[in-house]
């Protein structure tokens, strides 16, 4: 075998590629726990160790720089031992990268298990011009996290607010379904959980034809982890079935130093996000550029969602 | 025979209601039409109707009672019975369309007072125990006046309340431009003044006394009011439209279009405009025509159908507007999407409530001892 070598090599290649990677992630939870112990002495290290996971997996970037991506890691880990009222954060999308893959659209219905109508992140598109001057333009829009959210006072229960991290939430079990907070949201952000199932609702009904449909129906009505809290699709008449559902930056990821899916999916690196009181961070870069806008920022809301264009 | 007729029609509605009741309680809330974008429909609508039509009635009421208007005399209880029995059919519409229709108490033990909607709870919880404590006063032969007109204020003034909140309901929301406008919390208190008299008009074309020598003039009255009333929301119409479409507000205008040239066209131009206004502008003016109950009392619900229209015509076309541009296609699934027409099921909730309210309505003329003091005729006789 001629190519045997050759396969050999590129095998080892990978093989110490992924050993490098698990023990990036094996030093990054024990970083993690140290981080929780001694906070200033732990992130030093934890910043040096996870570099030198990166640059041995491969995402370090031709010029020595560390792939945004593990700069938001590093960013992220920094902010979350801070007080919550001492980080602010936001998410930057920079448009002219977005090439409208939509896998930010699937990670979050993946990441939050959504059902059939419930859309956290979709991503707009708006063609205009004539031919041959036409421009493409896709725009992701999750919930801008307004620092001043319509959504909030029209809550007759409370079910609905802003928490210690400025992100603005659903209580699953106090929201009543009266969709106030769906009519008064300028972005169209909120979407209504009808108790849909992908498998029961949108797949012909025809027994023992469909392959693992019986294994696709168990993981679908397996909790997802909203808000750091098993929720259930298995029970008909129970949250979130019949509430109000929104985009909630993945709290439950950014809670235990992951970036939110829509985030680590991003094929161009578009989506950026992280703690604006940090001056040091991307995000914090990013909205101090002149190019920087947020959508119907007129309104007054204050989204915490920043377009780059 | 005429009564016979509309409790067969009440029964019918009521029996085709109960194929929606159950599907709402049993199933949940899939076979409604209504979604996340349109995301209130035909309940809210209703609830929007009914309320207000308890509320105009409980304002009519106060001819009687508060203002003791001596032509009015002794219609006062007809009134108020209708705002009881209205009032339920409201509050159940709007019921339905609650997601966790079993956490309603949290509204009462755990409310957000600066919520339009948990204000709406309180005030119509109360303005119903107001409904019923006058009812209970004025059914007692011995009640002191003053006792009854200090309620009577209490009331009249909590049915501009939650006749004016329900307005006010959708015009603190900013993102709906087409909404939020100062003057629709004063608009509804009179919308609400002119489907209570319009309700008046026709219970009182179809089932006045027969021995009762003012029933004639209380007919004449009625019109003109109603006739009057419909000019004044006339007016109020086309200064909403006409300042929408002149500042040219993009999201207005295209609410603005959507009714009167889009998907709600029909209910816009038919029913609201043309059988709901024009058509009873022109029988209530004829001379002589108030000797006419029977035809009264039908353009008198015709007129209540253009009121019911006209809530339907707020609620949809100012939701049938994406927010963003591209809101409409960027992603699909069952409820996500910016036309509405009401479901079979939304429907026969909605007919089925008509129908209990009417029955109810008839049950009470019937069986009530303090309202059938006054014997009723009917106008085929």
Known sequence: ?309 | MLKKILYGLGAVALLLGLYGFYNRLFIGERDVNYGSYVNWGLWVAMYLFFAGLSSGSYMVATLDYLFEVPLFKGTGKYALWAAMVTLPAGLVSIGMDLGHMERIWKVYLQPNPSSLLAQMVWGYTIFSMVILLSLWLVSQANTPKPIIKGLMVVGFVMAIFVSGGVGALLGVNASRAVWHVGLLPAQFPIFSLATGVALMLTILSFFGSAEDTRRLRQVRVLSIATVVLLLVKTYFLWADLSMSLYSGVPQNVDAINEMLYGQYWWSFWILQIGLGTILPMIVLVLPNMYKQPLWVGITGVLVLVGFGAARANIVFPALAIPELEGLATAFTGPHLGFEYFPSFMEWSVTIGLVGAATLAFLLGLDFLPFLGTQKHTEVTK
């Not at chain 1, 012909?204 to 750091?228: C, Q, T």
């Not at chain 1, 991003?266 to 009181?277: L, N, P, S, V």
């Open chain 1, 1 to 309: 075998m001629t190519d045997s070598g050759e396969v050999r090599d590129v095998t080892r290649r990978n093989f110490l590629r992924g050993l490098a990677g698990a023990a990036g992630a094996a030093m990054a939870i024990a970083a993690l726990e140290d981080l929780a112990a001694n906070p200033d002495q732990a992130l030093a290290s934890y910043e040096a160790q996870i570099a030198l996971a990166a640059k041995q997996a491969g995402l370090s970037t031709t010029t020595g720089q560390l792939d945004i991506l593990e700069r938001m890691h590093q960013e992220l880990a920094r902010a979350i031992v801070k007080p919550a009222s001492d980080r602010r954060w936001v998410m930057v999308i920079d448009l002219r990268k977005c090439v409208g893959c939509h896998a930010c659209t699937i990670a979050c219905v993946a990441e939050n298990k959504l059902p059939p109508g419930v859309v956290y992140r979709p991503v707009l598109e708006e063609e205009t011009g004539d031919f041959p001057n036409v421009k493409r333009q896709f725009i992701p829009r999750p919930c801008m996290q307004c620092d001043n959210p319509p959504c909030v006072p029209v809550c007759p229960v409370e079910a609905t607010y802003k928490n210690e991290d400025g992100v603005v939430v659903v209580d699953y079990e106090q929201c009543i379904g009266c969709r106030a907070c769906l009519a008064a949201c300028p972005y169209g952000a909120r979407t209504s959980d009808f108790g849909y199932t992908y498998i029961e609702d949108t797949i012909p009904k025809s027994e023992g034809l469909i392959v693992g449909r019986e294994a696709a129906d168990d993981y679908e009505r397996a909790a997802n982890y909203e808000y750091g809290k098993a929720w259930s699709r298995e029970d008909e008449g129970k949250s979130p079935r019949g509430n109000a559902r929104k985009c909630h930056f993945c709290l439950h990821r950014i809670k235990v130093g992951e970036l939110p899916a829509c985030v680590t999916t991003c094929i161009g690196r578009a989506t950026m996000f992280g703690d604006a009181k940090d001056s040091d961070s991307l995000v914090s870069e990013m909205i101090a550029q002149p190019n920087v806008m947020r959508l119907k920022e007129e309104m007054g809301t204050e989204p915490r969602v920043y377009y780059l264009v």
